[in-house]
């Protein structure tokens, strides 16, 4: 009898062992350096090393500063998207678009996203004369560097998406203001039969929220319309 309480003892005592290891601080404190942190292994106590003279890092070359900034070499913003625009581009921009920009702005542009609806304060629409005149270089930075309460999205949006963002967005505002005389014949007829014209999506009413919305409800209003 005492040999099988020890034995049960013995294993109970194992397992318990096998437990605590699992349960290490290394766990949450690996072996690795933060950033800056300090180190005894080289001789300047530095963790972080410099790198070597006359050397670029991969893909860190861009010495396109047009492509990579939306400058120009004298510190202009640049008139227009330094790329041939595609729908297969338009397309990656519109998906870009939705998935980065639409939160806050729609998916059309007027600046009344699902935030917007719940409360953050309200950016400005494309359709507005100010932002359809601005140069492409401009749309550009503000996505690259943030603007106002828009954080950067330089981490989260490659360079290339980015000016597909910019060509995305300037179909938006075309889509909101183009003149019936620059439509196709065929387009025009269907338009003026159906009593449509473009759009008047310049002037946009701060939309109104409702601090405590119900759960049902999906739409803000603004002046009283859905």
């Given at each position: 009898?005492?040999?099988?309480?020890?034995?049960?003892?013995?294993?109970?005592?194992?397992?318990?062992?096998?437990?605590?290891?699992?349960?290490?601080?290394?766990?949450?404190?690996?072996?690795?350096?933060?950033?800056?942190?300090?180190?005894?292994?080289?001789?300047?106590?530095?963790?972080?090393?410099?790198?070597?003279?006359?050397?670029?890092?991969?893909?860190?070359?861009r010495e396109d500063s047009?492509?990579?900034?939306?400058?120009?070499?004298?510190?202009?913003?640049?008139?227009?998207?330094?790329?041939?625009?595609?729908?297969?581009?338009?397309?990656?921009?519109?998906?870009?678009?939705?998935?980065?920009?639409?939160?806050?702005?729609?998916?059309?542009?007027?600046?009344?996203?699902?935030?917007?609806?719940?409360?953050?304060?309200?950016?400005?629409?494309?359709?507005?004369?100010?932002?359809?005149?601005?140069?492409?270089?401009?749309?550009?930075?503000?996505?690259?560097?943030?603007?106002?309460?828009?954080?950067?999205?330089?981490?989260?949006?490659?360079?290339?998406?980015?000016?597909?963002?910019?060509?995305?967005?300037?179909?938006?505002?075309?889509?909101?203001?183009?003149?019936?005389?620059?439509?196709?014949?065929?387009?025009?007829?269907?338009?003026?039969?159906?009593?449509?014209?473009?759009?008047?999506?310049?002037?946009?009413?701060?939309?109104?929220?409702?601090?405590?919305?119900?759960?049902?409800?999906?739409e803000a209003t603004t002046?009283?319309?859905?």
């Amino acid at each position: 009898m005492s040999t099988k309480r020890t034995r049960a003892a013995v294993i109970v005592l194992a397992l318990a062992a096998l437990g605590l290891g699992a349960c290490r601080q290394d766990m949450h404190d690996q072996p690795k350096y933060e950033p800056l942190e300090r180190s005894t292994f080289f001789p300047n106590g530095s963790s972080a090393r410099v790198p070597p003279a006359n050397t670029v890092a991969r893909d860190q070359l861009r010495e396109d500063s047009v492509y990579y900034t939306g400058y120009t070499d004298d510190n202009k913003l640049i008139d227009k998207i330094p790329l041939k625009v595609t729908p297969k581009m338009l397309k990656r921009g519109q998906a870009t678009f939705n998935a980065f920009c639409s939160p806050c702005h729609d998916e059309v542009g007027t600046g009344r996203g699902m935030i917007v609806r719940r409360g953050f304060p309200q950016p400005p629409t494309y359709h507005q004369d100010r932002l359809r005149k601005v140069k492409d270089g401009y749309i550009f930075d503000v996505i690259t560097n943030g603007f106002a309460r828009m954080p950067s999205y330089a981490s989260q949006i490659p360079v290339a998406d980015r000016w597909a963002v910019v060509a995305y967005v300037r179909a938006l505002q075309l889509s909101q203001h183009m003149p019936l005389d620059e439509l196709p014949p065929e387009e025009q007829q269907k338009a003026e039969k159906a009593g449509l014209l473009p759009a008047d999506v310049t002037q946009v009413d701060e939309v109104r929220v409702d601090p405590n919305p119900p759960a049902s409800q999906t739409e803000a209003t603004t002046d009283g319309t859905h």
